[in-house]
């Protein structure tokens, strides 16, 4: 691990305003992922800014009937809250699928979105990773490579990696919003449909944040009802992440929401796939994952996406 300065910040507009300032600047809160990254010389921040004394880590109800998740807010926390379970069932599921419980004590609702992939090429800095180094080629895509676990879906000819949270798969299933403060202090919210950034010719640019800008919470809307369900298909039962995970809102006259992890750089889900779901698993995936591009060895993620709604949808 290189030699790094700390400070710890007690504002978020001047955490803010303190990473754009200090090129090389990152925020640490839990730091279940950043700390192996840096171990591991990925990610290699010259300063280290600590927003654990930020206060965002309150959930509370919105105006509309909504809630609003702070930026700190542990996932362990998150999967019990009383409201989560009650009216967002599928949050607290699918947070509870994810890593294990030592983790989740201290990973919060930021550091989860921004969590980066657990690509083995982005992970192993002997092989070219235009993630991790941009314009150096893709390992995943070179003749013989290891592919089973990456993405068919939404990916591009410079990276074929698939965001890893299963948290995320289930919010954006939730339509949520994500608040943020740039470095100027102005307020933004961002859809999560938008907050993550395909690859395309820019994999390194994973997200919608400017330079310093920082996540202050997530907000969900008001509870749509329905049956919640989270499935996450994977090589072992715990700490391991999702070949295929699917959420799944399903309402009492058939129709509902379904979002996928484990088959894209961001969780997945289409207006268009939704409204097939009266129709079936194979009727949803079929426009769900139309386009997609697999490899000869994670084609088989097509059919088990398939797989996994129908048996979802059968057991209710």
Not at 30 to 57: A, F, Q, R, S
Not at 63 to 84: K, W, Y
Not at 157 to 181: G, K
Request: proline letters at 5%; hydrophobic letters at 40%; charged letters at 20%.
């Amino acid at each position: 691990m290189r030699q790094f300065s700390f400070e710890r910040a007690s504002d978020a507009a001047q955490a803010a305003a303190r990473a754009a300032e200090v090129e090389g600047a990152k925020f640490i809160a839990g730091g279940t992922n950043l700390l192996d990254l840096m171990k591991l010389e990925i990610e290699t921040p010259v300063h280290l800014i600590d927003v654990n004394g930020l206060g965002l880590d309150e959930i509370s109800a919105t105006e509309d009937g909504g809630l609003r998740i702070g930026a700190l807010v542990r996932n362990t926390d998150l999967a019990a809250h009383e409201t989560v379970r009650r009216d967002y069932g599928v949050l607290s599921r699918a947070l509870l699928a994810g890593a294990s419980g030592q983790l989740r004590n201290k990973a919060t609702t930021a550091g989860n979105l921004l969590q980066r992939t657990r690509c083995p090429y982005f992970y192993d800095t002997a092989q070219p990773c235009n993630k991790r180094e941009p314009g150096s080629g893709c390992g995943a895509l070179s003749e013989g490579a290891f592919s089973r676990q990456l993405g068919v879906v939404g990916t591009s000819d410079s990276c074929i990696a698939t965001h890893p949270s299963d948290m995320a798969v289930a919010m954006r299933a939730l339509d949520a919003t994500v608040e943020t403060i740039t470095p100027v202090g102005m307020t933004r919210q961002i859809p999560l449909a938008e907050f993550h950034q395909l690859p395309g010719d820019t994999p390194e640019q994973e997200n919608a944040l400017m330079p310093g800008e920082i996540i202050t919470a997530v907000t969900l809307p008001a509870p749509v009802g329905g049956t919640h369900a989270y499935h996450k298909v994977r090589d072992r039962a715990s700490y391991a992440f999702a070949l295929v995970s699917v959420a799944l809102i399903r309402q009492p006259d058939g129709s509902g929401r379904v979002a996928l992890g484990g088959v894209a750089p961001k969780p997945w889900r289409s207006d268009e796939a939704d409204a097939e779901l009266p129709n079936g698993a194979r009727a949803v995936m079929s426009r769900l994952l139309d386009g997609a591009r697999p490899t000869e060895e994670n084609a088989f993620k097509i059919t088990l996406a398939e797989r996994t709604l129908a048996a979802m949808l059968a057991e209710e």
